[in-house]
């Protein structure tokens, strides 16, 4: 059973730094692609981020492209997400994500962090 936890959320200052988690009880975890998402109130889910089961790759959204960073380790099971100089516009709760290659849709889902920025 794939059961992914979310961490690291919080209240930070425009231009601030956060640091999310996200770790999986199933071993196979490595063999899943792993993505960031978020939702704000009143708004669709949106995608964020994401990284290939070999971590080979990343691809993120216009709006966080040169501020956040994806990683995993493998070993750990552990998949995180680095946001640097963040805005106001980036609260939401974050949720992370994973899915077989075989699959083209996220299928696994965590219950979400809080991440808010003040002004």
């Known amino acids: 059973q794939m059961h992914l936890v979310e961490s690291g959320g919080g209240l930070v200052q425009a231009g601030g730094s956060l640091i999310l988690s996200c770790v999986a009880s199933?071993?196979?975890?490595?063999?899943?692609?792993v993505g960031w998402f978020r939702q704000a109130p009143g708004k669709e889910r949106e995608f964020v981020a994401a990284v290939t089961w070999d971590g080979d790759a990343t691809n993120y959204a216009d709006s966080v492209k040169g501020r956040f960073t994806i990683s995993r380790d493998v070993r750990k099971n552990t998949v995180f997400l680095r946001m640097n100089s963040l805005k106001h516009e980036d609260t939401a709760v974050y949720y992370c994500a994973a899915k077989k290659v075989s699959d083209q849709e996220y299928t696994y889902w965590g219950q979400g962090t809080q991440v808010t920025v003040s002004s």
């Open positions: 199933d071993r196979t975890f490595g063999v899943f692609a």
